[in-house]
Each structure stands twice: as C-alpha cells, then as structure tokens.
C-alpha cells in the first residue's frame, strides 16, 4: 500500500468520524497523522457553525493545529470529563484493544481517554490485527531509573529499545520521560502484561490500551468504512 493510499484512507476514516461531532460536545482529540486529517474536517465543521462545548488535547502539535483553526483549547482539568475522544490508535484488534504512543504522545492521551465518556479510533486497514503485535509497544519510563527499567525488560526478554531522535539523541516526551519501546511480537497475554508494567516502578504510563475504545472506524483501501463497536 502507498503513503498516498494509507492517507487517503487515513483522510476517509478523519472526516467520518468528524461527522460524529455535535455542537455543545466537551470533545478530546488526540495526536498523529491521522488526527491531523480529523482536524482539518473539524475546522470545516467549525466554518459551518460547530461550536464544541470544550476541547482538550493530547499534544502540543493538535493544539497548534487546532488554534490556528480558531478553537480553544482548554486543560483537562478545565473540564470534569469529556463526551468523546476521537484519536488514532498503531494497532487495534477484534476486542477494540489497541497499541499506541507511536508518536510518543501516550500518557496524555490514556489520561484524556479515561476521563472521556465514549473514545472513538480512526485508523486505516493496515493497523486491524488479530493479536496486538506488528508494533513496538512503547513505554514511557522516568529518566532517574531509565538504566535499572531497560535493564529488567532485558531480563524479561521483553527486547527494549530507547527510541531516539532523527539526530540520534534519546527521545524526551512532553513530560521530559524517556520512552523504551519494546520489540516482543507478537505480545504475550496482555493483560497480563498491562499489569507488569503498571506495577514497574520507573514506568509512567505503557502504550496498552485496553478496554478503553468503544468505537473504531476502519477505513479500507476499497474505499469503504467499516464501524466496529465494542460488544
Ligand atoms: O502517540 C501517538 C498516538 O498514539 C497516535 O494516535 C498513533 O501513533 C497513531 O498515529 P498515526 O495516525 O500517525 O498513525
């Protein structure tokens, strides 16, 4: 599939879930390519009258792109939780369970997810999975024991790598964290590991999201859209 087919797609599921944004709304909007298309379409929708009720976001990149389309953009702790969360996901499975945090932006998001009462994934065929896999799953650890936590994900045989930069210098998140990403594929159990890592101390937050999605809109390189919600 071509980066321009992905997009396209990626552009298809956006505007779907656009569509699924009432006035009034307190709406959370997460991070990536594929939100970016989503924000497009939200600032069309604003042209057209739209007027949320609150918006929170994930990342300092979608409260740019967000202002410069003439929204603002509250905190979440503006807000006592949000209606709906519309965001992007790197792997999702038949169970609405997905990775995410590819761009790095997963502590913000699963903070903005949980406080919300519906989250809605937009992603692009090429992310459905049977078994979470096909993705490195992202760890955000405190830099003060960055060393002793990659050193027991080592010994788990969980294989960690630090993510790094273009200019190969360690990636620092929005919180000044480290990520590690770990290249086991596909996951064992995970839950089970969800709940290791929630327990490891030195960990901030895993890119595991799990029983969090209510809906996903796929869209398919046939060009049609596919509404998966959770049973
Ligand atoms: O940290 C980044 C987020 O979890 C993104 O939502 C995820 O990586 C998907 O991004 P994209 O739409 O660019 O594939």
């Not at 609405?96 to 692009?124: F, P």
Request: charged share 25%; glycine share 10%; aromatic share 6%.
């Amino acid at each position: 599939m071509s980066e321009v087919d992905q997009n396209t797609m990626k552009e298809k599921a956006a505007q779907r879930a656009a569509d699924t944004v009432w006035s009034g709304m307190r709406l959370g909007v997460g991070t990536g390519s594929t939100v970016k298309f989503f924000i497009d379409a939200l600032g069309k929708r604003r042209k057209e009258g739209l007027a949320l009720g609150a918006v929170v976001t994930t990342s300092d990149r979608s409260r740019q792109q967000l202002e410069s389309l003439g929204f603002t953009v509250g905190e979440l702790s503006d807000v006592e939780h949000l209606d709906l969360t519309i965001d992007g996901a790197d792997r999702v499975d038949s169970h609405l369970d997905g990775i995410k945090g590819g761009g790095g932006a997963l502590t913000m998001e699963k903070n903005v997810a949980v406080h919300s009462l519906h989250n809605t994934w937009i992603v692009d065929e090429s992310k459905v999975v049977d078994h979470l896999g096909g993705f490195p799953l992202p760890v955000e650890v405190l830099p003060i024991s960055a060393k002793q936590v990659f050193n027991q994900f080592a010994d788990e045989g969980l294989l960690p790598r630090f993510r790094t930069t273009d200019t190969n210098e360690r990636y620092v998140t929005h919180y000044g964290n480290f990520i590690i990403d770990l290249y086991i594929d596909p996951l064992p159990a995970p839950r089970g590991l969800a709940s290791y890592l929630d327990s490891t101390v030195g960990v901030v937050e895993h890119g595991l999201f799990l029983g969090i999605c209510d809906t996903v809109i796929i869209a398919h390189e046939d060009n049609t859209i596919e509404i998966k919600k959770r049973q």
